[in-house]
């Protein structure tokens, strides 16, 4: 029998990372490949990197670089690897294999290639490919959730924005694609499905003629999930049929993702996206007035080229005006082959880092009183970790998303990749704490 190199993958970056990552996997195990999770016993390391901005460069490039002076045979994959092919293959020459965003479903193939000595080159000038319910997966998360990727790429062209550089143009799956493996992840086991692509509020508009994310979530309404979360809904996308459908489909949580980046009209401009500027206050007072229970979440850039301290105190006053449950900052971050790469005053980078801490100082007292409002509440929570030491679970409430948010410690006895009912008895800025109420005791009837 033909013996197969064992592979490892190191992934970096978003969950959008995380689902490529997910279908390498599960294609490399279909083929009768051994995934192991220890780089150092693998014949072969993907690294899955991301280039986004500069520090996940760094981060992308500081994995490799560890991996080459361990002598590893790497393969690299993802953003990075689009974005810089040729100085990738250039400098690392441990890379025996290099795969664009849009060609990581032909990795088996890759493989194969590299085994045969050739060093390989699959890049796509212009991704096309999107995975669908057919192609193999190989979970990363916690057994309870599940990203799912509705679309891939970008039409907008912001002026900061990489991504539709190495991501291509927006390519939507169909509705009957994306609900045929929602069924799938529910028969696993999912609690939790997390709806991702590069903007969900237009998922649809390029395979249906205008954006379908009303009929998605309605769709999605009749899958045994309870919890159906949605990122990245840029709030133009969120109309009267998209806000319906999200009070009238129970599974649906009313948790909004919104990426506004600013709030000044001349800096929106400038980042090219006018029309958010017209319309931020507006939209945000409707979503509340439509669903007061409603979790906001969203990120901001300070140190846009140009920004004034009167556009940062602009900011700095919606913020405190708008009240979001959780808020990002990220400091400008000038990227190569975008408009933004070269533009007139530049802002010192010690000014981003204090504006950002300002930010963030001000969003800490909001946060703190959304959680401190919790206490006393009966919430569920999906449980993800054990404390192998104490036996105390951690987990989160809808009102949390993974990786971005905060968590709940739980006291009493709960089950991984379950949802179970907490009494929150202590909430600090970021997290929660709280014991698990018991189910009540049946007493049987008397004759």
Same mark, same amino acid.
């Given at each position: 029998?033909?013996?197969?190199?064992?592979?490892?993958?190191?992934?970096?970056?978003?969950?959008?990372?995380?689902?490529?990552?997910?279908?390498m996997l599960?294609l490399?195990v279909?083929?009768?490949?051994s995934v192991?999770?220890n780089?150092e016993?693998?014949d072969?390391v993907?690294?899955n990197?991301?280039?986004?901005i500069?520090e996940?460069r760094t981060e992308?490039v500081?994995t490799l670089v560890?991996? *080459?002076e /361990?002598?590893?045979?790497i393969v690299i994959?993802?953003?990075?690897?689009?974005?810089?092919? +040729? $100085? @990738?293959?250039s400098e690392?020459?441990?890379?025996v294999?290099?795969?664009?965003?849009?060609?990581?479903?032909?990795?088996?193939?890759v493989?194969?290639? *590299?085994? /045969?000595?050739?060093?390989v080159?699959?890049v796509?000038?212009?991704?096309?490919?999107?995975? +669908? $319910? @057919?192609v193999?997966?190989?979970r990363?998360t916690t057994?309870g959730?599940?990203y799912?990727?509705?679309?891939?790429g970008?039409?907008?062209?912001?002026?900061?924005?990489i991504?539709?550089?190495?991501?291509?143009n927006?390519r939507?799956?169909?509705?009957?694609s994306?609900v045929a493996?929602a069924h799938?992840?529910?028969?696993?086991g999912?609690k939790e499905?997390?709806?991702?692509?590069?903007?969900?509020t237009?998922?649809?508009?390029?395979?249906?003629?205008?954006p379908?994310l009303?009929?998605?979530?309605?769709a999605l309404g009749?899958v045994?999930?309870p919890w159906i979360?949605?990122?990245?809904?840029?709030?133009?996308g969120?109309t009267p049929?998209?806000?319906?459908a999200?009070?009238?489909t129970?599974?649906?949580?009313?948790?909004?993702?919104l990426?506004l980046?600013?709030?000044?009209?001349e800096?929106l401009?400038?980042?090219?996206?006018?029309?958010q500027?017209?319309?931020?206050?507006q939209?945000?007072?409707?979503?509340?007035?439509?669903?007061p229970?409603a979790?906001?979440r969203t990120?901001f850039?300070?140190g846009?080229p140009?920004?004034?301290?009167?556009?940062?105190?602009?900011l700095?006053a919606?913020?405190?005006?708008?009240?979001?449950?959780?808020?990002g900052?990220?400091?400008?971050?000038?990227e190569?082959?975008?408009?933004a790469?070269?533009l007139?005053n530049?802002v010192?980078?010690?000014?981003?880092?204090?504006?950002r801490?300002q930010?963030?100082?001000?969003?800490?007292p909001l946060?703190?009183r959304?959680n401190?409002?919790q206490?006393?509440?009966?919430?569920?929570v999906?449980i993800?970790?054990?404390?192998?030491?104490t036996?105390?679970?951690?987990?989160r409430?809808?009102?949390?998303?993974p990786?971005?948010?905060?968590?709940?410690y739980?006291?009493g006895?709960a089950a991984l990749?379950?949802?179970?009912p907490?009494?929150i008895?202590?909430?600090?800025?970021?997290?929660?704490?709280g014991?698990?109420v018991?189910?009540?005791v049946?007493?049987?009837?008397?004759?």
């Open positions: 029998m033909e013996h197969k190199p064992t592979v490892a993958v190191a992934h970096l970056g978003c969950e959008k990372n995380r689902v490529d990552t997910e279908h599960g490399l279909q083929s009768g490949y192991d999770s780089e016993l693998a072969y993907i690294v990197t991301c280039s986004f500069e996940a992308s500081r560890s991996l *080459a /361990a002598d590893k045979k994959t993802g953003c990075l690897a689009q974005h810089f092919q +040729d $100085e @990738l293959l690392i020459p441990e890379a294999a290099l795969v664009g965003t849009g060609d990581y479903h032909r990795i088996v193939e493989i194969e290639r *590299a085994e /045969a000595g050739e060093r080159k699959v796509s000038a212009e991704p096309t490919y999107i995975a +669908d $319910e @057919l193999p997966r190989y990363t057994e959730v599940a799912l990727r509705v679309a891939e970008c039409n907008y062209r912001c002026a900061f924005c991504i539709p550089h190495l991501r291509g927006q939507s799956r169909s509705i009957e994306i493996e799938q992840l529910a028969a696993e999912v499905i997390v709806l991702i692509s590069q903007i969900t237009n998922y649809g508009a390029d395979l249906y003629g205008k379908q009303a009929e998605l979530l309605r009749e045994d999930v979360r949605m990122h990245y809904a840029y709030p133009t969120l049929e998209v806000i319906a999200i009070q009238e129970p599974n649906v949580l009313p948790y909004l993702d990426p980046q600013h709030s000044h009209p800096m401009k400038s980042m090219n996206r006018p029309w500027g017209r319309v931020n206050d939209i945000i007072e409707r979503i509340k007035a439509a669903l229970d979790v906001l990120t850039i300070v846009f140009g920004e004034t301290e009167e556009q940062f105190q602009h700095l919606f913020v405190n005006r708008h009240q979001f449950d959780h808020v900052v990220f400091t400008f971050s000038a190569a082959g975008t408009p790469y070269d007139p530049p010192p980078q010690a000014v981003m880092d204090q504006r801490e930010l963030m100082l001000a969003q800490q946060s703190y959304a401190q409002a206490i006393g509440q009966v919430v569920d999906l993800e970790q054990e404390n192998s030491g036996g105390a679970k951690i987990g409430s809808s009102r949390f998303a990786d971005v948010d905060g968590l709940v739980v006291q006895d990749g379950q949802i179970v907490v009494e008895q202590a909430a600090d800025t970021y997290d929660l704490f014991t698990v018991p189910a009540p049946r007493v049987p009837a008397t004759v």
